[in-house]
């Protein structure tokens, strides 16, 4: 797409590029949504790649995969394990593929408008359900609405909140949410859907990648299931929730047939323990990702393939605000200058982590600001309680998963910080699946949040006041605001200017203690071809192919 055809921000965006005021990643995440094609923003940037020889897949063969599942309605899935089980069998309208740059799928393309309040969805032709039926763009426009109920409870609510519903607060103090005009989702024809929006937007295409906005049969049950109707490669011939999932190929699927006549997902629960015997040993062949603790053993088996990337992954140790002391925001900042961000990022993580800043916004997404250094402040610390109330320091327990295991060490390193401003936290350390059923009602937890290419798309989910995912209860009108306002803004130049008051807002006011990011690391065998470490640990088995 080139000339009268590009958004008539390309410009200021090659200009940009050549002033080196963005680099080249900014550069194609950007250009590509605002509807230009990869491969044509690559060659905007100067971004030529040789031709190399590649090998050629071979047909044939299974696959066992370490990878968690769960028969929920992917509207409300919280993990992506789970997200993984249905990807292979329910697709997403874009791909945002292992180098952040997000691709039509299901869509031949996309198209916004210059003030970024209208896009145009072109739905995909030619493609099918599994029952033979046409993928139209009714199937499209009833699954945004659905996902945008607040009767689904789905997490994509918390995305596209703040430019595509209207919140009704009624008297009770409960939030009700609707489509902010009756034509905000347009039907154009059956191959064209309209996104009308209340204010700018510029992650659309990536919000349609968001786990949670899977592709469901409209004349079915959405809940993951054996014989469930998707668009994807591979259909589900066998779920045994907590267990395993098995696939066969789809035989008529619309796209490049799998090349495995065989995928299987194994559910080891939290009996993480047996995960690298059982990779090392071949009974399975590849693993979701690898515990700092396992790195050392897996680097030196020879028959395995590490993979690693940075990412925008890490926990967040968040306070709910309607609990007592933690709606103090006094008693919050206390609790983060309490704690060292570096040492806990070595502790828990060693090479694999890096010190968080305490707002979710990391050094790999586009739009961070580097705020001056946040050190941990014991003085000042004690100082705060002692104003809020608490001289003598306070009592809690803190929530945490089982698994990942880095989890664990994360929260006991901050709970030992914490006895030298007077905090003693006990640790609940429950089983992961027990977690997230009460994940939002916890008054303390720590929560991981997985890599998203845009850093305002994690904090919308997480903080956005009303979002099915504010586990904290956080409400701060001028946050949602400022988020508002940098979701409009499409150079990422002028974005940073924007994140600089919303990070110092989390950082301040926020409710959570984010100490660390995480590198992703995992192992397969290296008779597995066609694997590419995805930065939020997505699994397309459709790439995959057995070597031997």
Known sequence: ?????????????????????????????????????????????????????????????????????????????????????????????????????????????????????????????????????????????????????????????????????????????KATHSLWDANAVEKVDDHTIKLNLKVAQIAVPEHLFHYSFAMVDPTASPKFRAGINGTGPFRVVELNPGRNVVYEPNKAYWGQRPYLDKLEFVDYGDERAAVPAALISGQIQGILNAEPQQMPLLRNQPHLQLYEVLTGDGPALRFRVDHKPFDNPKVRLALKLGVDNVAVAKLALGDMGSAGEDHMVAPVHPEYFKLPAFPQDIARAKQLLAEAGFPDGLQFEVAVTKTPAYHVLVVQAIVEMWKQIGVNATINVMPTSAYYDVWTKIPVGLTSWAHRPLGIMNIGLAYRSGAPWNESGYNNPEFDRLLTQAESVADPVERRKVMEPIEKILQEDGPMIQATWRKQATFYAKSVGGFSMHPSQYIFARNLWLKA
């Open 1 to 173: 797409m080139s000339g009268e055809k590009d958004h008539p921000y390309i410009p200021r965006l090659r200009t940009q590029l050549a002033d080196n005021k963005i680099d080249r990643r900014e550069f194609l995440r950007t250009a590509t949504l605002l509807g230009i094609s990869a491969s044509a923003a690559m060659m905007m940037a100067g971004e030529i790649h040789p031709a190399r020889a590649a090998e050629t897949p071979k047909a044939g063969g299974s696959i066992r995969i370490e990878n968690k599942n769960s028969s929920a309605d992917p509207a409300v899935m919280t993990s992506i394990d789970s997200s993984n089980a249905t990807r292979q069998t329910l697709e997403y309208l874009t791909e945002t593929g292992a180098d952040n740059i997000t691709r039509p799928y299901l869509l031949e393309s996309w198209k916004p408008s210059e003030d970024l309040r209208s896009w145009t969805l072109n739905v995909r032709k030619g493609v099918k359900w599994q029952d033979g039926r046409d993928f139209t763009a009714d199937d499209v426009a009833w699954n945004i609405k659905r996902l945008l109920a607040d009767e689904t409870g789905s997490s994509v609510l918390g995305l596209m909140k703040g430019y595509m519903l209207n919140e009704t607060v009624g008297a009770d103090g």
